[in-house]
């Protein structure tokens, strides 16, 4: 029987999948999915893909600029 190698995804992949995320919901139900991958030695949960799902929830609770900056405003 031939042994079947796992599914092989690449960081960038990860991480732009956080980005694209609009709800605390939807990030806390990939983040959920990110996990159990993680058990299944599918992925590695990297230091950078953490701080990106900080970010995103940053983004996401405070509306846009996490650097200070308001919403449409230059």
């Known amino acids: 029987m031939k042994k079947t190698q796992p599914p092989q995804y690449s960081e960038s992949l990860l991480i732009k999948l956080i980005r694209e995320t609009k709800t605390i919901t939807d990030l806390t139900g990939l983040c959920n ?3 159990e991958l993680e058990k299944q030695n599918d992925i590695v949960i990297t230091y950078k893909m953490n ?3 900080k970010l995103q929830q940053q983004t ?4 846009g600029d996490t ?3 308001t919403p449409g405003v230059s």
Request: net charge positive.
């Open 60 to 63: 996401i609770i405070y509306g």
């Open 67 to 69: 650097l200070g900056k």
């Open 51 to 53: 701080s990106e799902v």
């Open 33 to 35: 999915l990110y996990r």
